[in-house]
Structures are given as structure tokens and as C-alpha cells.
């Protein structure tokens, strides 16, 4: 190369980078004369054999890092079998810098070209899975569409193929743009390099960041970066638009194994982007790591996923693993969600009836034929304004005739609908939509507004009716009454199959971050049917629940459905008086209620007059659904009902229904009283197996129903979930060393009885590890309870695992004031109660809760608060 | 069997273990050991021929005699803990003795903070608290360095720790006298969880370690071991247990764990300077032993000892309070 300014040969990596060694650092020359730099595990490949290779990773950073992000692969390679090769684009890390580049810059057909001269120089062959990263996610795809015959496969890092017109640059990307503000930003000073590294999260070590800056401590040397910023194709005329575009269209024709792994924290490359990859690659397998950003590759364990899926996913050349496709075995015949509205739809009778629009005690009441009729004009009119078949529609409307109409619309059209609970409170909701990133959202004002400010995505749907000024505050593009009205006589697309997507629905977020779970009709229809068989509903019956998911199951069963008055965000606000209302309205026969629901209404029984009595007196089957509830709790709502079978079914959101327990089993098990919660034995069509915990607390064991064996539950069902959104290492956890079939890991532990009864004993992460073996907590603090003066108490480890002791945390009657070590008297009484040796006995005056359910303690948080007072640290509030 | 410290109340419970399962026991300590069976030898571990004469022809050194107290003149530890292991040692190997029994303290590794739930760590004499320690820890390296992995004598090092029980004089004497006269608070909270040793439990575990010399010294030899009751209590507990079974009213008083800390030192170096013959009410290292956790991973004690403890604290507290029933009768 010639000497002329800015002008630099590609080199090799110095030694001492951290992570990187040098035997991995090479340069080539492609037909062109451009000199690349590129890391290869080729060294580590020497000795194995053509046929024990795979392929080749082709890796390709964006900007302004280099092929440093590879590193961590680059040395994980050759175990996997495979080859990495990692490249550093022209004009950027080690690569060539073209004398003056300033004067242009390389536009991203040059980009997707260079990268193919660069793999011919390199003689590449497939079978090759690509891997990109910001832009280089972009210029990986150009080098996947142009070059099918070798590709196997395609994966990416935060990146995006597609800018909307209508949808404004990420913020950061437009101030870069701007003007004079390009060159200094990106080239002059170091701004843009330095913003980028700080995305880490967390902060990266001095000497990586040092390793990223390697190649751009001098302004010429930045030219690149700079370059790399003004070929963002901005807008329609921009000269890269078209080859953006091009492979876009490209990259929804791929038809490879994909894998997309996302930072959500990111100031450019959001979810929008993600939301728009998926909807190219469908298939693909996603997952967001809930806490990385920007430079994901630093900030999450991406590694051994990408061997994972490689493994799994690229190299096998028959069908996929046990999560694509659907269980095995004979299907029993589909009917859809909405049979039974059809079958009704010139019933005059009430099908959905509205306390909450009551006027003195008249409900407002939905026949079955209007029902039907709302069902259609709004499936039709939400057609009419672009919502199609796989599309998600978030729903932030209350229990009720409307929200009701809506469901079975958006199902009939094959839009999926999701469902958060208020409960998880702002942050969570804010979570929860990003990560679904519903194109349409239909809410009531509050949920309208809560979407304006937070920024919750979606096409706003209002469900009242607005002034035009409210509605352009709130942004809102469409009035649920104009969409049915649009709706009215139109024809309706062709309905889903019982394999698409129906919903997704968010679990409580009370054992982590709130996750989407996401059901087919398939699934959704086989909750219905379990329902129907087991509790014997039918058209006869009157449904009375404020419990959103078995509330909106009722036109499904055809059954009369009705929500008594209550804020149902906060099922504490139910009293006796709205049930008996409900019951009389609908002529209730069965009452679906969660835990904290049955506490506020078995609280507020006295208000009840004898017309109220006499109504729950007709109840005949009731049903608490959630938490497991005590004995004397569950009596004492049967006596409320005094004709009514108590059920208590335990299930959780990834499968609603496992196993079920009259309130004759619970005085029976309460007679034989064995470790943990009995929650009964299976329903039809479902299995549980358990899974035995190692010394290390670890579900290792093959899953077996042996009784008497402590380990996790798996359960299998019909209407088990199809999988986790977006959250593809989380159902390979929960599909980790499960026998032939779809099973999930529920992360609760427990034990099968003689009987075949199961007995929930805790969380999967709440076991101890004692140097006598894993310790579940719930039996144990079943003991504790049995001391008159405990309220509640919660067994927690303190020590490192293998060697934890276990300490008793109470809560007393009447509450203590002041947290501590417990009075000795009450100390022994616990001890003597207890079956399990307790170092100690403490009093905590309030125990730390889950929000939503009031009832799951924070065992995590209560350990570290007992560890701390126990090594002779500060005593303060846990 | 050579038992040295035979008159602690440690020793005298392994060499009456030792005599009741028939063997032929000789102690070194300089009082009477009282221990029925036995056939004690006068004098001190310092004194080469008096320690030559007592290995003479025995296969197996149990080696307890150490200055244990909260202070003193450090030249004393010197002599008495580093000198007289290195003096028992020698004779030890001199006589061709095959098995020596080390016993330790868990202190030698113990720099002030807290401890939970870890195995044995090196001896660290360096970064020891107290006279005591830094010795122990001295002795303990001595100890282990003595076994090269030759045929020869072979070593292992055991370290109880707070080892209480009827007779008592360390922890269980201290502790109700001074609560029997309103002298004895708890630190901070009395919250912090410490492992303790019933002595039968100490004194079985320390003759297994002698076994194991014999029966399988490639797992055990050239180790040391900590070991405990594997029921840690708070030091609340603990007290109000021993008191309780003393019949002697509990502590009711708290004292800051920092300001003990302070005071340990201030009364450590006034006690340096004008030493007393009462032991000093604090000193830095009971401090920190009496306001931070310190208790062990029992696991590899016990697989490699195949030993477990019998008395539990409970029935250690019971027999506590029978041996204070009858002496008060």
C-alpha cells in the first residue's frame, strides 16, 4: 500500500488482549487488493477430521466495535465442532484504512460485496451459519440472502433489516446524523465509540474497554465509524435504501434455522426492531435476556446458546426438537373457542351479564345471539383496520361484556391476544408490553393514558368513547365503536388453525420477572374442554368469577358469565355482598374466586342478610384458583355455600389446570398430614412426574412417580403452553431432560403420594442444601404454623449451598414490634414443633410479599436478611 | 498411647476413652491427670527428657498440652505451644512413634471476621488474633510439616472448636461465674451463629483421627480437620443454655460489638504492660469470637473421620445441668 495519509495496512492483534489470543489473529487479501483482518479457530481445528466439522460461523461486528465481540465464540468453536471466523469490516478493527475515506463512505451494497470477496478469498464453503451485530446483523443478512446454497443458518445479535417511514430514527442515531454534529461525533472525537462501549451493562472492565478502543484511538483511524453512521439509510432516498430493502425481503424468504438473541436495554436496536425480525423469520428461535442492552455479547452468557442451538437446531437434518412441534399421538378432533357462540346465536337468553353497569340491581345483560353478533362486527372491523392473523392485540379493558366481545374477536380473526394483569404494577406492565410488543393495543382510559407515557407500543385502540381532544392527547388512533361499526356486514377472513397462536399470557411476576406464555387454539380449546369434563359446566350454568382467565372461558363453555363488582387488579376489593349479588344476577351455580378474594369475602360474610344467604345457598361448585389456601379458610368459605363442593385445583399460567382437590380430600389429607400442600390428584389427560433433587438441590433425578421422592413437578397436559415469548433458553430449561413429549418444569417442588396425590412443598429455588441433602421449605414451616402464637412462618437456608442450616422466620400473633432473634420460649416451642434441626428462631414483625398475591413470601430476601443477623450483622426490617 | 494435657478437661476425656476400650494409657502433663487406668509422667512438654521417657515404646502421640488462655506473656505461648510441639514432635519420630494426633483450634485460621459454613483453611499464623492463635497455628504447621509422606510417624491435626462440658473450665466456668455475678453481657445482638463442640463428641472425634492414622492414613494424613457438634447456635443461645443449666440467671446486658472490640484492645495491651493474675474480662480475640458467625462445613470431618457426634447439644445441655444438680446437692 502506498503511504498517503490515513492510509494503513491490516495487522494482527498485539498480545495481552484479554480473552484473545493471538493464534486466532490473521490477514488475508481478497481479488480486489482490500487487506482484511479476521479471527479464525482454524489452529484449534488441526487435528479433527473434514467430517467432524460442521461448518463455518461467519461473524461480522457492527459498529464502532470489532471482531473482538467474537472472542468468547472464537475460542468456544472447535468443541462445538465448529469453525469461527470472525472478520473486521474494511476500513474498521484491524482491516485496511483506505487512504482519505473520508471522501466517501462504503454504502452497504459495497459492505454485503466486500464480505463476499472476503468469504471467496477465504475459499468458504457451507454448510455456513451466519452471526451479525448491529449493522453487521444487516451486512450477515446480505452475505445469507446472497448465498443460499451454503447457507444453514442465520443468527443475530441486536440489529434491525427494516426502518418504517412512518417510525422516526432512534434517538441517538438522528443526533449522530445530524449535520456538522456526523464528523465530530463519530470521527473528531471519540463521542459515539466511548457512548457505545457505556451501553455495557454492567459497565465493562477497564481492559475490554481498552480492547474495543484498540483500533480507534485515532480520528483517522475513526473514519470508518463515521462512515459506518452516515450509510444509515435514513430515509426513502437514501443511496443504501434499496439493497436495505432488497435483503429485508430477502431475509423473510430464508427458510434456515434462525436465532435471535436481544439486549432489550437498547437505546437503538429496541424491541420494535426485534418485533419486526420475527415477523420476517417466524420460525426463528428468540430470547431476550431480560437485564442485557445494546452490546449484548458483553453482557449475557450468548455463547453456549449459540453452540446450543447450533447443536440442536442447525445440525440436525430431521425435525426439530420437542418444542416445534406438536404432541404426539392420535389429536382429538378441533373445535375452536367460538363453537359454542355460534351454536348460540339466535339464543335470546343472557350470555354475559355486567354488574358494574347495574342500575339498582338490574344487570345489564348481552344475550347469547347479541354476543354473537358484537363478536363478528368487531372480529370484521378490527380486520378492516389492518389487524391480521398473527398480529397481538393487547387488551387493557376490564372484565365485562366488552372485554368478553373482544377476546372472541381478536381469536376468531387469528390475532393473538395478550393479557398482563394490572397487578404487576407499572414497571411490570411496561416490561410485559415491550417484550410482547403488541401491534395493536385496545384499552380504557387508563390503560390509554399508562401506554401514552410509558410508551407502550401498539396502534391505540380505545375502548370508550372519547372527545377528540382526549383522544389526540392520548394518541389514540381508533374508538372501539367505530371499529365494530366499520365491522358491520363485512366479510370475515378465514379463521386460525387449531396450531396458530392465540395468546399470550403473563405470569404473575410474583418468582420473577413476569414472562409471556404463549398458548395455541389448540391448547386454549383443550383448557375449555378439561374445564367442562371435570366441573360438569354446561349451557345450564351460571359462572360467577372475577379471575380473568376462567372469566373470559365462559361463552367458550357456554355457559352465562358474570363478573361481581370488585376492582379486579385487586381481588381483596370482593366482598360477600357483590358475590351474592352476582349469584342472583346470573343465577350462579358455580363460583370460580383467588385466594385473596376468598379472604376479603369470608372477612366481610357479616354484612350478608338472609336474601343474600339464601342465594349462595344455590351455589353448587366453588372454586379457588391460585395459591394454595388453608383448610380452615376453604371451611369457612363453604360454609358461606353450604351446599357447594370446594375445588382447589393447583395449576400456574404455563398450564392452568394439573391437579384438583375437593374440600373432602383437604379434611382428608389435614387427617394424614404428610410433608407440604395435597393439591390432589391429576385431571384427566394429565400427567405428573417428579423429578428428584440431588444433594445439590438440583432436579436431576429421572422424572418417575415413586412416592415419597422430593423433586420437581413436570406436568404434561393438552392444555399445556406452547412455550415461553421470547424467552427460548427459558423453555429449554423447562423442557431440560423431560421424557418423549411436551413437558414442562415447573419450578415447584414436591412429592407423589400412595395415593398418587401430590404435595407441593415450595419453589424449586427456595430448597435448601443441608449437608444431610435438599430441604423444601413447606413442610417444615406447616410445623412452625402448628405453634399457637405463629402467624406464618417461612424456613429459609443460611450458609453456602452443600452446607445451609435452616433458620425459622415468624411472623407472631399479636405482631412483634421489633425484629430479631426470637424469645427463647417461643424459640423452643418452634424447635420442639419443627422436624428439622433449626440453628435459630427469628421474629420479623412483617415478612416481605409478592405484591399481587400478598401470600408468596420472598424467601430470597428473607434468607439474606436472616444471613446478615446471623453472622453479627445489623438487625433492621427484612 | 501418649495422652499430653491430660489434666485439661479434654484430655482427661480421651484418655479415659482410650483406657475404657482397654488400651494401655500414659499421660504428660505436669499435675495429675485423675484419669483411673492411666499411668501418668510428671513434668512438661518443654522438657526433652521427661517427653523422651513418656514416648517410649507407645504407638500413638495424642498431643493436647498447650497454654490456652486470653493472655499472657507471649514468650510463654512461644515456649509452651510451639516450642513443646516441637519438643513432643521430635521425640515422637525419635522413638519411631506411627501416629501423632495434632490437636488444634480452628482459631489458627481465624483473622477476626466471620465464618460460615467453610472447611479447614491453612493454618495462617501470620494473620492469627492473639498469642494463642498465632502459637496454634505455629504448631499446627510444625505438626503437618513433621509428616513428609515417608513411613515414619504420621500426622493429622483435629481443631474443636468451644469445646464445653461438665468440668469445664475455658468456656462453661468462665461464662457462669461471670454471669453469676451480672458480669457477662452479650455482644451486639447475641446473633451471631458459632459452632461449639460437646467434649465427649471432641474426645471421640480426636480418638478416630487416631484410628484413621491406622486404618486408612493416606485420606487423613498430613490434614486437618475441623471439628464441631454440626449444630451451630446463636451466642444467645449458647449463654442462655449454659447459664440455664447452671442455674445462674442469663445475660441480660448488651454491649456493642465494635465498642468490645475497641475495649479487648485497650484492656489486652493494659494487661501487656502490667500483667495481672486474673484473666482480663475482654481481650480483641474474645470479642470477635463472641459477636461474629463462625461455624464449619462438617462434611469431609466427617467422611474422612468416619466419625459423627453422639450427644447433641441438647443432651450435652441436660448433662450439663445434671453435673451442676449434683454438685450443688
Same mark, same amino acid.
Given at each position: 500500500m502506498t503511504a498517503r495519509a490515513g492510509a494503513r495496512a491490516a495487522d494482527t492483534v498485539p498480545p495481552g488482549l484479554p480473552g484473545l489470543e493471538v493464534r486466532y489473529s490473521r490477514v488475508l487479501t481478497d481479488a480486489c487488493g482490500a487487506q482484511w483482518h479476521y479471527l479464525d479457530n482454524l489452529p484449534d481445528l488441526a487435528d479433527a477430521a473434514d467430517e467432524a466439522l460442521e461448518g463455518t460461523v461467519l461473524a461480522v461486528h457492527g459498529n464502532p466495535t470489532w471482531s473482538y465481540l467474537w472472542r468468547r465464540l472464537v475460542a468456544a468453536g472447535a468443541e462445538a465442532g465448529w469453525r469461527v471466523v470472525a472478520v473486521d469490516q474494511l476500513e474498521m478493527g484491524l482491516s485496511q484504512r483506505a487512504a482519505d475515506p473520508a471522501d466517501r463512505y462504503r454504502t452497504l451494497p459495497e459492505r454485503v460485496a466486500d464480505l463476499a470477496a472476503f468469504t471467496d478469498a477465504l475459499g468458504l464453503t457451507g454448510p455456513v451459519v451466519t452471526l451479525g451485530h448491529d449493522w453487521g446483523g444487516v451486512v450477515s443478512l446480505g452475505w445469507a440472502v446472497d448465498h443460499p446454497d451454503r447457507l444453514a443458518g442465520v443468527a443475530l445479535l441486536n440489529t434491525a433489516v427494516h426502518q418504517p417511514d412512518d417510525v422516526p430514527l432512534p434517538a441517538p442515531l438522528r443526533l449522530a446524523l445530524a449535520g456538522p454534529v456526523l464528523p465530530l461525533g463519530?470521527?473528531?472525537?471519540?463521542?459515539?465509540?466511548?457512548?457505545?462501549?457505556?451501553?455495557?451493562?454492567?459497565?465493562?472492565?477497564?481492559?475490554?474497554?481498552?480492547?474495543?478502543?484498540?483500533?480507534?484511538?485515532?480520528?483517522?483511524?475513526?473514519?470508518?465509524?463515521?462512515?459506518?453512521?452516515?450509510?444509515? =439509510?435514513?430515509?426513502?432516498?437514501?443511496?443504501?435504501?434499496?439493497?436495505?430493502?432488497?435483503?429485508?425481503?430477502?431475509?423473510?424468504?430464508?427458510?434456515?434455522?434462525?436465532?435471535?438473541?436481544?439486549?432489550?436495554?437498547?437505546?437503538?436496536?429496541?424491541?420494535?426492531?426485534?418485533?419486526?425480525?420475527?415477523?420476517?423469520?417466524?420460525?426463528?428461535?428468540?430470547?431476550?435476556?431480560?437485564?442485557?442492552?445494546?452490546?449484548?455479547?458483553?453482557?449475557?452468557?450468548?455463547?453456549?446458546?449459540?453452540?446450543?442451538?447450533?447443536?440442536?437446531?442447525?445440525?440436525?437434518?430431521?425435525?426439530?426438537?420437542p418444542s416445534a412441534g406438536p404432541s404426539a399421538g392420535p389429536q382429538p378432533p378441533f373445535v375452536p373457542l367460538w363453537a359454542a357462540l355460534d351454536a348460540r346465536a339466535a339464543?335470546?337468553?343472557?350470555?354475559?351479564?355486567?354488574?358494574?353497569?347495574?342500575?339498582?340491581?338490574?344487570?345489564?345483560?348481552?344475550?347469547?345471539?347479541?354476543?354473537?353478533r358484537q363478536v363478528l362486527r368487531v372480529a370484521a372491523g378490527l380486520h378492516a383496520i389492518g389487524v391480521r392473523r398473527g398480529d397481538r392485540v393487547s387488551l387493557l379493558v376490564e372484565p365485562g361484556p366488552t372485554l368478553t366481545a373482544l377476546v372472541y374477536a381478536c381469536l376468531r380473526i387469528g390475532a393473538v391476544v395478550v393479557v398482563a394483569d394490572a397487578g404487576l404494577g407499572v414497571r411490570g406492565m411496561t416490561r410485559a408490553q415491550r417484550g410482547a410488543w403488541p401491534q395493536f393495543v385496545v384499552a380504557q382510559r387508563k390503560g390509554l393514558a399508562a401506554a401514552r407515557t410509558l410508551g407502550w407500543p401498539g396502534v391505540r385502540i380505545s375502548a370508550d368513547a372519547l372527545s377528540p381532544a382526549v383522544r389526540r392527547a392520548l394518541g389514540v388512533e381508533h374508538e372501539l365503536v367505530d371499529v365494530a361499526r366499520a365491522g358491520q356486514g363485512t366479510d370475515l377472513p378465514p379463521e386460525p388453525g387449531p396450531l396458530d397462536e392465540a395468546a399470550v399470557l403473563f405470569t404473575s411476576g410474583s418468582t420473577g420477572p413476569a414472562k409471556g406464555v404463549v398458548y395455541t387454539h389448540a391448547q386454549l380449546s383443550a383448557l375449555r374442554d378439561v374445564l367442562a369434563a371435570h366441573l360438569d359446566v354446561g349451557a345450564g350454568t351460571g359462572l360467577v368469577t372475577g379471575f380473568a382467565p376462567f372469566a373470559l372461558l365462559g361463552p367458550a363453555l357456554g355457559t352465562r358469565s358474570v363478573t361481581p363488582v370488585m376492582d379486579v387488579s385487586r381481588p381483596r376489593t370482593l366482598t360477600a355482598r357483590a358475590v351474592a349479588d352476582a349469584v342472583r344476577a346470573a343465577d350462579g351455580d358455580m363460583v370460580f374466586l383467588s385466594p385473596a378474594a376468598i379472604l376479603n369475602?369470608?372477612?366481610?360474610?357479616?354484612?350478608?342478610?338472609?336474601?343474600?344467604?339464601?342465594?349462595?345457598?344455590?351455589?353448587?361448585?366453588?372454586?379457588?384458583?391460585?395459591?394454595?389456601?388453608?383448610?380452615?379458610?376453604?371451611?369457612?368459605?363453604?360454609?358461606?355455600?353450604?351446599?357447594?363442593?370446594?375445588?382447589? =385445583?393447583?395449576?400456574?399460567?404455563?398450564?392452568?389446570?394439573?391437579?384438583?382437590?375437593?374440600?373432602?380430600?383437604?379434611?382428608?389429607?389435614?387427617?394424614?398430614?404428610?410433608?407440604?400442600?395435597?393439591?390432589?390428584?391429576?385431571?384427566?389427560?394429565?400427567?405428573?412426574?417428579?423429578?428428584?433433587?440431588?444433594?445439590?438441590?438440583?432436579?436431576?433425578?429421572?422424572?418417575?412417580?415413586?412416592?415419597?421422592?422430593?423433586?420437581?413437578?413436570?406436568?404434561?397436559?393438552?392444555?399445556?403452553?406452547?412455550?415461553?415469548?421470547?424467552?427460548?433458553?427459558?423453555?429449554?430449561?423447562?423442557?431440560?431432560?423431560?421424557?418423549?413429549?411436551?413437558?414442562?418444569?415447573?419450578?415447584?417442588?414436591?412429592?407423589?403420594?400412595?395415593?398418587?396425590?401430590?404435595?407441593?412443598?415450595?419453589?424449586?429455588?427456595?430448597?435448601?442444601?443441608?449437608?444431610?441433602?435438599?430441604?423444601?421449605?413447606?413442610?417444615?414451616?406447616?410445623?412452625?404454623?402448628?405453634?399457637?402464637?405463629?402467624?406464618?412462618?417461612?424456613?429459609?437456608?443460611?450458609?453456602?449451598?452443600?452446607?445451609?442450616?435452616?433458620?425459622?422466620?415468624?411472623?407472631?400473633?399479636?405482631?412483634?414490634?421489633?425484629?430479631?432473634?426470637?424469645?427463647?420460649?417461643?424459640?423452643?416451642?418452634?424447635?420442639?414443633?419443627?422436624?428439622?434441626?433449626?440453628?435459630?428462631?427469628?421474629?420479623?414483625?412483617?415478612?416481605?410479599?409478592?405484591?399481587?398475591?400478598?401470600?408468596?413470601?420472598?424467601?430470597?430476601?428473607?434468607?439474606?436478611?436472616?444471613?446478615?443477623?446471623?453472622?453479627?450483622?445489623?438487625?433492621?426490617?427484612? | 498411647m501418649l495422652v499430653t494435657g491430660a489434666s485439661g478437661l479434654l484430655g482427661s476425656v480421651v484418655a479415659r476413652v482410650l483406657v475404657d476400650r482397654g488400651e494401655q494409657v500414659r499421660t504428660l502433663q505436669r499435675r495429675p491427670s485423675g484419669v483411673a487406668g492411666a499411668v501418668d509422667v510428671a513434668g512438661s512438654v518443654t522438657d526433652p527428657d521427661v517427653v523422651a521417657r513418656a514416648v517410649e515404646g507407645v504407638d500413638g502421640v495424642v498431643h493436647l498440652a498447650a497454654k490456652v488462655s486470653l493472655a499472657g506473656d507471649p514468650a510463654d505461648f512461644d515456649a509452651v505451644n510451639v516450642g513443646g510441639t516441637s519438643t513432643v514432635l521430635d521425640a515422637a519420630r525419635h522413638a519411631g512413634v506411627p501416629r501423632f494426633v495434632q490437636v488444634s483450634s480452628p482459631s489458627v485460621a481465624h483473622a477476626g471476621s466471620s465464618l460460615v459454613g467453610v472447611g479447614a483453611e491453612p493454618a495462617d499464623p501470620t494473620r492469627a488474633h492473639g498469642d494463642y492463635a498465632r502459637t496454634k497455628g505455629l504448631a499446627e504447621l510444625l505438626a503437618l510439616a513433621a509428616d513428609d509422606g515417608s513411613a515414619g510417624t504420621d500426622v493429622v491435626a483435629v481443631r474443636p472448636h468451644l469445646v464445653w462440658g461438665p468440668g469445664d473450665t475455658q468456656l462453661v466456668e468462665r461464662v457462669v461465674d461471670r454471669a453469676a455475678r451480672g458480669r457477662l453481657?452479650?455482644?451486639?445482638?447475641?446473633?451471631?451463629?458459632?459452632?461449639?463442640?460437646?467434649?465427649?463428641?471432641?474426645?471421640?472425634?480426636?480418638?478416630?483421627?487416631?484410628?484413621?492414622?491406622?486404618?486408612?492414613?493416606?485420606?487423613?494424613?498430613?490434614?486437618?480437620?475441623?471439628?464441631?457438634?454440626?449444630?451451630?447456635?446463636?451466642?444467645?443461645?449458647?449463654?442462655?443454655?449454659?447459664?440455664?443449666?447452671?442455674?445462674?440467671?442469663?445475660?441480660?446486658?448488651?454491649?456493642?460489638?465494635?465498642?468490645?472490640?475497641?475495649?479487648?484492645?485497650?484492656?489486652e495491651a493494659v494487661w501487656r504492660v502490667r500483667p495481672g493474675t486474673d484473666e482480663p474480662p475482654m481481650t480483641r480475640f474474645l470479642a470477635e469470637q463472641l459477636s461474629t458467625a463462625h461455624w464449619f462445613d462438617q462434611r469431609a470431618t466427617r467422611a474422612d473421620l468416619g466419625w459423627t457426634p453422639a450427644v447433641s447439644i441438647d443432651e450435652g445441655m441436660e448433662r450439663l445441668a445434671a453435673y451442676y444438680a449434683d454438685r450443688t446437692r
Open positions: 463519530t470521527r473528531s472525537t471519540r463521542a459515539f465509540l466511548e457512548t457505545t462501549l457505556a451501553l455495557a451493562r454492567p459497565a465493562l472492565p477497564a481492559h475490554v474497554a481498552d480492547a474495543y478502543r484498540l483500533p480507534y484511538r485515532r480520528a483517522d483511524e475513526r473514519a470508518g465509524i463515521e462512515g459506518f453512521v452516515a450509510d444509515i =439509510p435514513a430515509g426513502r432516498e437514501h443511496p443504501s435504501r434499496p439493497e436495505l430493502d432488497r435483503i429485508a425481503a430477502g431475509v423473510a424468504a430464508l427458510k434456515v434455522p434462525a436465532l435471535m438473541l436481544w439486549g432489550p436495554h437498547d437505546p437503538i436496536f429496541s424491541d420494535r426492531y426485534l418485533d419486526d425480525l420475527v415477523h420476517r423469520l417466524p420460525h426463528a428461535h428468540v430470547h431476550r435476556f431480560a437485564d442485557a442492552g445494546h452490546l449484548v455479547a458483553e453482557d449475557a452468557d450468548w455463547v453456549g446458546p449459540v453452540t446450543g442451538w447450533l447443536r440442536t437446531t442447525v445440525e440436525p437434518s430431521g425435525p426439530a426438537g339464543d335470546a337468553a343472557p350470555a354475559v351479564l355486567d354488574l358494574s353497569a347495574a342500575e339498582g340491581s338490574v344487570a345489564r345483560s348481552v344475550t347469547w345471539r347479541a354476543l354473537h369475602v369470608v372477612d366481610t360474610a357479616g354484612e350478608l342478610d338472609a336474601a343474600d344467604r339464601d342465594a349462595l345457598a344455590r351455589v353448587r361448585t366453588f372454586l379457588s384458583t391460585g395459591a394454595p389456601i388453608g383448610a380452615d379458610l376453604l371451611a369457612a368459605a363453604a360454609r358461606l355455600m353450604p351446599r357447594a363442593t370446594a375445588h382447589t =385445583p393447583y395449576g400456574m399460567t404455563e398450564c392452568l389446570l394439573v391437579t384438583d382437590i375437593t374440600g373432602d380430600g383437604v379434611r382428608d389429607a389435614a387427617a394424614e398430614p404428610d410433608d407440604g400442600v395435597c393439591v390432589g390428584v391429576p385431571l384427566p389427560g394429565v400427567e405428573v412426574l417428579v423429578s428428584a433433587l440431588d444433594a445439590g438441590g438440583a432436579a436431576t433425578g429421572e422424572p418417575g412417580r415413586a412416592p415419597g421422592v422430593l423433586g420437581e413437578v413436570l406436568v404434561r397436559a393438552p392444555h399445556l403452553k406452547q412455550r415461553y415469548d421470547r424467552l427460548w433458553l427459558t423453555d429449554r430449561a423447562a423442557e431440560r431432560d423431560t421424557p418423549p413429549g411436551r413437558w414442562h418444569r415447573t419450578g415447584d417442588v414436591g412429592h407423589l403420594d400412595d395415593a398418587g396425590r401430590l404435595w407441593i412443598e415450595g419453589r424449586l429455588a427456595h430448597v435448601l442444601t443441608t449437608a444431610d441433602g435438599p430441604l423444601a421449605p413447606v413442610g417444615p414451616e406447616q410445623h412452625a404454623e402448628r405453634v399457637a402464637q405463629v402467624r406464618r412462618a417461612a424456613v429459609v437456608g443460611v450458609g453456602p449451598a452443600g452446607v445451609q442450616h435452616a433458620v425459622a422466620v415468624v411472623e407472631t400473633l399479636p405482631a412483634t414490634r421489633r425484629p430479631g432473634l426470637a424469645p427463647a420460649r417461643l424459640a423452643a416451642a418452634v424447635r420442639g414443633a419443627c422436624p428439622v434441626p433449626l440453628v435459630a428462631v427469628l421474629v420479623a414483625p412483617r415478612m416481605p410479599t409478592d405484591v399481587r398475591h400478598n401470600s408468596k413470601i420472598d424467601r430470597a430476601r428473607l434468607a439474606a436478611w436472616a444471613d446478615g443477623i446471623l453472622t453479627g450483622g445489623r438487625v433492621g426490617a427484612p | 453481657p452479650l455482644l451486639g445482638h447475641g446473633a451471631a451463629l458459632v459452632d461449639s463442640t460437646y467434649v465427649d463428641n471432641a474426645a471421640d472425634g480426636i480418638v478416630a483421627a487416631l484410628d484413621r492414622l491406622r486404618d486408612a492414613p493416606d485420606v487423613v494424613r498430613g490434614r486437618a480437620y475441623v471439628l464441631t457438634n454440626g449444630e451451630p447456635r446463636t451466642v444467645a443461645d449458647l449463654m442462655a443454655g449454659i447459664c440455664g443449666a447452671a442455674g445462674v440467671p442469663a445475660p441480660a446486658w448488651r454491649v456493642p460489638a465494635g465498642l468490645a472490640r475497641a475495649a479487648g484492645s485497650v484492656v
